[in-house]
């Protein structure tokens, strides 16, 4: 039948032609729906209600303000969200899976959107199943809870369905594809883009920032309107200046903005042949401390050959390499197996094979059954060790070079036949990613299941120095110190060492490959699945290489640094204007009866100041050689240092201004112009650790704040909606404001 054997390549290019891609498109948001949608929220609302209350007043020019906020922060959320969408739906489509399927009689691997229906595929153990299949020759294990939030395995037989999204668990089997895209009982087509539900250090650490933010509002807010009841002033005309100071203070749009800065970061690691399923990994990268590298794939080549082959039975070296090529995966090679099909491809018997079970990490062997000359054999292929266990009698080994290279033995019914050593090489980029690594205070562990010997020689020609151990004789809390690898590792073992390592307070990456490194890239901070990965790795994954080595994950810590830099930049700098800001208000209301800024100008300093975070995603940074730290106390401290600085010299101003009787509309547009250029010399300041004037931001930055201090300028000479003010006052509030930024700048770096 059609099913059994698959389709032609010129059916499955009608098909597809025919009915589409295995995929179901996204639905769309237009920017318009965008821009309604941030109209029709909490922080819209207080906003909306502040407008509802000037209308009824009587004030046309302040409602006309509360609605340029609430256009600015509409269309401002828009646009990230729609950046971040684009750069999110170019990575999803990047990261479809890839399947093996039966075309025109030969076994080929396509993406899975090419999948039509009729098409034969095969289906492994860490498999996501790509499209609705019904199975032809064994049962497995699947994992169906994507589709019904079940998380317990379901036993599927032989002409059962399963399900586009679900996971092989166990077996491996043969099925025919029966729907696809919309028509699959998932609706949707596979995606790796697997946003994480738990929270990371940055995500944590911005709700306490947002929590703490709130609460201070809320206590000046008290204490504001005490102080009005006491005064017997009209709470009511308060009320939009209140709303005001909680749209302008509290970072409602930090992880919008945020998110943003990540999914730019994942576009450039798109083009280093990175891909990010999960943004908070780009994030966390910058405070790993630690990484686990699969020796496999990552130091070395990933292409084993085999360099000898030791006979211990009494049969030809022809027939027992031939019998080898039976056990081996030939609709899912291994390196392993291509190596041993390279080695024994020149070496035939005239057999059937009857039954194939592929290599799994629990069973230790890959096994087939073949016919010759109504004899029936059965093959193992696998560890040396496992299968010399199951001989009742195993040969004396000769001499082997067991130390010089992986070794794969092969048995005949049960009875330990020949033994290959196989060698890799390591990678002309080990060395120098090795040291790059190194030289960003990141310590790197190779993990490997080889014994200590061959580990040890491995780490020497790849430049780690430092002491290999065994994984049996590691202790439950272990040391990094002076530590190279870790040797004789399981699979199921790599999940022990990563929680170990956090449990003593490491930010951890991972990198692997298989079905049981899954559980290991799940729990690091920071997974990485390798090129070859299956596709349960890289659903685990945050991070997804796409070539082989350690080059790339260099190119991963730097996005880490780059992002921890700007997001620096911008929580330092909303942390202290936002306390620079309410304290003035505060102080100003308290010791001179007057609100010292208008709701007017309140709004122009919000919106001017918001506009350089489009861009901050964009900056310059320098690259940090070691770790860094989401520490809320650091942030405090660098961020009050500059809030006291800044109000201090504002209340100052704030003070000579009111005792030399100037009007409280030309005081209001003074300290607007002073809040706007402290907040553009505080970003400048923060963003680098040299002196703000020898670090040249980038090109957008300097023309966001170029063009914030140019409106604050034309606005305040001109009057459009606050009280003009003669050009020598701006010109004096901009050199006041210059000399109080060197100085902090000074005393940022004594501290």
Known sequence: ????????????????????????????????????????????????????????????????????????????GAIQSTRARAVLRKLSHELTPLVAVKRSSKWVTKPAKELVVGDLISLRQGDIIPADACL??????????????????????????????????????????????????????????????????????????????????SVLAIILIVAALIRGENLISMFPFLAMLFIATIPIAMPSSFAVANSVEAKVL???????????????????????????????????????????????????????????DQQHPSVIDQAILT??????????????????????????????????????????????SRDPESPKLPHLALDAGRSVAISINEHLVGVYILEDTIRADSRQAIEAIKNRGVQLVMLTGDNVKTAQTIALNAGLTGQIVAFSQLPATFSLQNLAGIAEVKPEDKLAIVQRLQASGHIVGMTGDGVNDAPAIKQAEVGIAVENAVDLAKRAAKMILLEPGLTSIIEILDSGHRVYQRMMTWTITKLSRTAELTIILTLGYLLNHFLPLTLNAMILVAILNDLVTLVLGTDRTSISHHPENWHLGKL????????????????????????????????????????IFSAMLTILITRSNRNFWRSKPSRAVMTAITINIVLTITLSLLGWGIVAIRATTILAVLAITLVTGVLLTRMRRLL
Not at 158 to 180: D, K, P
């Open 636 to 675: 405090g401290f660098i961020s009050g240092t500059l809030a006291i600085g800044w109000t201090l010299v504002g209340m100052i101003i704030l003070t000579l201004l009111t005792n030399l009787h100037v009007s409280q509309g030309q005081i209001s547009t003074i300290i607007f112009n002073y809040l």
């Open 1 to 76: 039948m059609t099913q059994y054997n698959g389709l032609s390549q010129s059916e499955a290019t009608a098909r597809l032609k025919s009915n589409g891609p295995n995929e179901v498109k996204e639905p769309t948001v237009s920017f318009i729906q965008g821009v309604l949608a941030r109209l029709w929220e909490p922080s819209a609302w207080i906003l909306e209600a502040a407008l509802v209350v000037e209308i009824v007043l009587g004030k046309g020019i302040q409602a006309g303000f509360i609605v340029l906020m609430l256009l600015f922060a509409a269309v401002n």
């Open 136 to 217: 032809l020759d064994n049962a497995i294990q699947v994992n169906e809870s994507s589709i019904t939030g079940e998380a317990a395995s379901v036993h599927r037989q032989v002409n059962q369905t399963v399900y586009a999204g679900t996971e092989v668990l166990t077996g491996h089997t043969l099925a025919v594809v029966t729907a696809i895209g919309a028509d699959s009982r998932s609706g949707k087509t596979i995606t790796l883009l697997n946003q994480s539900a738990a929270p990371g250090h940055l995500q944590q650490l911005l709700g306490r920032i947002i929590n703490d933010l709130a609460i201070l509002d």
């Open 270 to 328: 798109s083009r280093d042949h990175v891909l990010v399923s999960d943004l908070s990994g780009i994030q966390e990268a910058a405070n790993l401390d630690v990484l686990l590298v699969d020796k496999t794939g990552t130091i070395t080549e990933n292409k084993p050959v085999v360099v000898t082959f030791t006979n211990l039975s009494d049969l030809p070296d022809e027939t027992v390499r031939a019998y080898s090529a039976f056990a081996c």
């Open 343 to 388: 080695f024994t491809s020149n070496n035939h018997v005239e057999a059937t094979l009857s039954n194939f079970t592929p290599f799994t990490a629990e069973t230790g062997y890959a096994s087939a059954t073949i016919t010759i000359a109504d004899r029936l054999l059965k093959v193992r292929l696998g560890s040396l060790k496992v299968l010399q």
